[in-house]
């Protein structure tokens, strides 16, 4: 079991009757599901469920963050400014759920909500593609996809973006990559999810390895080629 020290502010301290929580969880719980458990604790913080921020040691992550033993945990209410645009911003193995980000992404300030999703094709290049293996350099890969949302966020004054990212093995017709975008308007929502796909394909470390009949190549890097084949 890891100790953990919790603090709460604003209305989350108010709603908890507690600024500072001591508290201890096994090896490997992530910051959401520790905010799961106080909310389970304390029922009045739910209301606050899809706009608390998390921080670790003082700097912000992601629901997904695993803490470490001794870590001091902040759960953050919206600031003066609003909820933060970035929505979850995630890698991982498990099929992803494109309703589920759209979700993520509503808001009554949105007058509009588009969304990405790149799937596994069964063609390419006149080849048969079997399926997809992914792979990143998950702690670079999960900042530049940040940095980029936040980007697309300042850019187009966006209410709030999400993006999901697969590794490890997409098959045909299972989606690799989602992005969700919500604004005020269409035209802000469609630019900011396009520049968003374009620039993740442009600077975030994934690398993606087709798997195909007769081979298997890794696409985008310079030296990789199909191996001859027949």
Known sequence: MNRFTLKLFATLRERANAAELVREFPDGTTVGEIWKHLVGEFPALGGHHDSVGFAVNQAYVEGDFKPHQGDEIAFIPPVSGGAPPIGPITIGREPIDVAALEREVADPAAGAIVSFTGTTRRDNAGRKVLRLEYEAYEPMALAEMRKLASEAANRWKLVRIAIAHRVGVVEIGETSVAIAVSAAHRG????????????????????KKEHFEGGEVWIGCQTSHPPLVG
């Open 188 to 207: 802000e929502a469609f630019e900011a999810c396009r520049f968003a796909i374009d620039r993740l394909k442009e600077v975030v470390p994934i690398w």
